[in-house]
Nanobody
Framework: QVQLVESGGGSVQSGDSLRLACAAS????????LAWFRQAPGKEREFVAS????????RYANSVKGRFTISRDSAKTMLYLQMNSLKPEDTAVYFC????????????????WGQGTQVTVSS
């Protein structure tokens, strides 16, 4: 079993920054990718960024490329999402997720999910 717990959400102004964190526990993640997804009210859950747990490969959605950075700590227990130059359209609940499929971008390919953390960006 895998446990994922997000933190770091909040309410900010347009142009501000936030850093989300995801604490991962429960099993070895050496063969898993971890990712951030987000879901705005009335919209489908969408891919934001993913990180291979070993090797350091990353992938980003075009909408966040150049503004968001996904990373993990050396102990391989934490995943982060540094979000800069935030825009109102970044407002959503952000989820951390784990998959056995390397750098997958579809939510259907993810087996474990955290409970989500709210990010609200006002103009």
């Amino acid at each position: 079993q895998v446990q994922l717990v997000e933190s770091g959400g909040g309410s900010v102004q347009s142009g501000d920054s936030l850093r989300l964190a995801c604490a991962a526990s429960g099993r070895s993640f050496n063969n898993n990718s971890l990712a951030w997804f987000r879901q705005a009210p009335g919209k489908e859950r969408e891919f934001v960024a993913s990180h291979s747990w070993s090797g350091g490969n990353t992938r980003y959605a075009n909408s966040v490329k150049g503004r968001f950075t996904i990373s993990r700590d050396s102990a391989k227990t934490m995943l982060y999402l540094q979000m800069n130059s935030l825009k109102p359209e970044d407002t959503a609940v952000y989820f951390c997720a784990s998959t056995i499929f390397a750098l997958a971008t579809s939510p259907r390919d993810y087996q474990y999910w955290g409970q989500g953390t709210q990010v609200t960006v006002s103009s």
